[in-house]
């Protein structure tokens, strides 16, 4: 982990909560479902403006292990929303060089739905533009513990001595960097369980706007908020500035 200001820096990984989508619909009122449909949009705009801004990695949460405890009605319009959209967007997304994984318990989910992420995963996986990881069925809790398991069963002779790095490597996003900035859409200020071990020394940004109403302008205000902030990971501000300026304070 370097120790970096970010002025003038374009962040290489991204990590948002999408919220908001119930509350734009009430507030026009329509059904929370229609909330969703527009978020879809939502999300084509931000990887379109992601990829323009050379971010070489997105993270969007779209459905967490808790959010199984919404209204069966709602979640069953999650999950056929979720297999529209692999089946509409995948194409589009592979034309465009972007590589999309699925990350989380994909073992609750439909057959279907299971097929269609790992042909995408498949379809995608050479290319080499923007890294679009959705989130899905996920937590963090869910991840170390998970992690920690693999961890143990790739070396069972070992009892102890294990080290951050061990665990990091069995992590859902070990194939990314940790993420530079976080977003969260909707007013709430908390990460609600996302990406807990990788959120460490993230910067932390969240807006009133509801997710269907974020767009390439609101990603353009985070990334300039990013810019503006001095990433020390312990150290102080003129340490900073003497790596940034090669060593001469």
Same mark, same amino acid.
Not at 92 to 99: A, Q, V
């Given at each position: 982990?370097?120790?970096?200001?970010?002025?003038?820096?374009?962040?290489?990984?991204?990590?948002?909560?999408?919220?908001?989508?119930?509350?734009?619909?009430? &507030?026009?009122?329509?059904?929370?479902?229609?909330?969703? &449909?527009?978020?879809?949009?939502?999300?084509?705009?931000?990887?379109?403006?992601?990829?323009?801004?050379?971010?070489?990695?997105?993270?969007?949460?779209?459905?967490?292990?808790?959010?199984?405890?919404?209204?069966?009605?709602?979640?069953?319009?999650?999950?056929?929303?979720?297999?529209?959209?692999?089946?509409?967007?995948?194409?589009?997304?592979?034309?465009?060089?972007?590589?999309?994984?699925?990350?989380?318990?994909?073992?609750?989910?439909?057959?279907?739905?299971?097929?269609?992420?790992?042909?995408?995963?498949?379809?995608?996986?050479?290319?080499?533009?923007?890294?679009?990881?959705?989130?899905?069925?996920?937590? +963090? @809790?869910?991840?170390?513990?998970?992690?920690?398991?693999?961890?143990?069963?790739?070396?069972?002779?070992? &009892?102890? +001595?294990?080290?951050?790095?061990?665990?990091?490597?069995?992590?859902?996003?070990?194939?990314?960097?940790?993420?530079?900035?976080?977003?969260?859409?909707?007013?709430?200020?908390? #990460?609600?369980?996302?990406?807990?071990?990788?959120?460490?020394?993230?910067?932390?940004?969240?807006?009133?706007?509801?997710?269907?109403?974020?767009?390439?302008?609101? #990603?353009?205000?985070?990334?300039?908020?990013?810019?503006?902030?001095?990433? @020390?990971?312990? &150290?102080?501000?003129?340490?900073?500035?003497?790596?940034?300026?090669?060593?001469?304070?």
């Amino acid at each position: 982990m370097s120790t970096t200001s970010v002025q003038n820096g374009v962040p290489r990984h991204i990590a948002i909560i999408m919220d908001g989508n119930g509350r734009w619909a009430r &507030r026009r009122f329509m059904p929370r479902v229609a909330g969703h &449909r527009k978020g879809v949009e939502a999300v084509r705009a931000v990887v379109r403006r992601c990829a323009e801004r050379g971010v070489g990695y997105l993270t969007l949460f779209a459905f967490s292990s808790e959010n199984w405890r919404r209204p069966a009605d709602e979640v069953n319009f999650l999950m056929q929303l979720f297999v529209r959209a692999l089946e509409d967007e995948v194409a589009r997304l592979h034309e465009n060089g972007i590589r999309l994984r699925v990350i989380g318990d994909l073992s609750r989910f439909e057959p279907r739905l299971i097929e269609l992420i790992h042909k995408a995963e498949a379809l995608t996986a050479a290319n080499s533009g923007l890294n679009l990881t959705i989130a899905a069925n996920y937590g +963090g @809790r869910w991840d170390i513990l998970q992690a920690a398991e693999r961890m143990m069963k790739a070396q069972p002779e070992r &009892r102890e +001595g294990f080290s951050e790095d061990d665990l990091s490597a069995h992590l859902s996003m070990a194939f990314a960097p940790e993420p530079d900035l976080f977003i969260r859409t909707g007013g709430e200020q908390r #990460i609600s369980n996302f990406l807990l071990w990788q959120l460490a020394y993230t910067e932390l940004y969240f807006t009133e706007a509801l997710w269907p109403e974020f767009n390439a302008e609101s #990603i353009d205000a985070a990334i300039a908020s990013y810019q503006q902030r001095e990433r @020390r990971f312990g &150290r102080t501000s003129e340490q900073v500035q003497a790596a940034a300026s090669g060593g001469h304070a």
